[in-house]
């Protein structure tokens, strides 16, 4: 699947994020549904989640734990989100 680079990611409330792609695609993406397995339990404390951060060398989301969202993940549900094919 073809995707566009993410140049931003911040914290939008809940487990949501705000992703936004350098092809114009934005969207607040909620992940609640993927918090599940060793390195993302954690992040089911929403003050953990809190900390997320876009790391601009590997161009996705990551926690202070290592966690880290695929671009490729986040692209499709922000295209989901904002009512567009996959």
């Known amino acids: 699947m073809k995707y566009a680079r993410l140049t931003d990611a911040t914290y939008a409330g809940d487990y949501r994020i705000h992703v936004v792609f350098k092809d114009g695609v934005n969207a ?28 601009n060398e590997i161009r996705t989301v990551v926690w202070p734990n290592g966690a880290d969202m695929a671009p490729e993940f986040l692209y499709e549900r922000a295209k989901q989100a904002v009512g567009q094919q996959p």
């Open 28 to 55: 607040d993406i909620d992940v609640s549904d993927q918090l599940w397995g060793e390195v993302f339990e954690p992040l089911k404390d929403q003050s953990f989640f809190r900390q997320l951060r876009f790391d």
